[in-house]
């Protein structure tokens, strides 16, 4: 079945960097576009970041300029990449994979979720 597994959160402060993966196994990843969502303590699950089959980007307003999304389809693997964190980064961030929605960021089209890592940014 459809599996996915995030990794690399943790606690940085404030500036510092993260990357996150995420491994993918039980379908063809490459027929199948990507995103990255996040719920910050106690707010609704908001969409990060998207990239299509192709590798067509795009990111929600608050992260622009400081994440990059991109995939490894040879590893099966979808990143994403958090320079200059804020404290309003802190989150567990998910990855999730849809069949025909590509580059959506509302979540309510998206298949598949993976269970989340944490990521905490101190000031």
């Known amino acids: 079945q459809v599996q996915l597994v995030e990794s690399g959160g943790g606690s940085v402060q404030a500036g510092g960097s993260l990357r996150l993966s995420c491994a993918a196994s039980?379908?063809?990843?490459?027929?199948?576009?990507m995103g990255w969502f996040r719920q910050p303590p106690g707010k609704e699950r908001e969409g990060v970041a998207a990239?299509?089959?192709?590798?067509?980007?795009t990111y929600a307003d608050s992260v622009k300029g400081r994440f990059t999304i991109s995939q490894d389809n040879a590893k099966n693997t979808l990143y994403l990449q958090m320079n200059s964190l804020k404290p309003e980064d802190t989150a567990m961030y998910y990855c999730?994979?849809?069949?025909?929605?590509?580059?959506?960021?509302?979540?309510?089209?998206?298949?598949?979720w993976g269970q989340g890592t944490q990521v905490t940014v101190s000031s």
């Open positions: 990239i299509s089959t192709r590798g067509m980007t």
């Open positions: 999730a994979a849809t069949r025909a929605y590509c580059l959506s960021l509302s979540g309510g089209r998206y298949n598949y």
């Open positions: 039980g379908y063809i990843y490459s027929s199948y576009c």
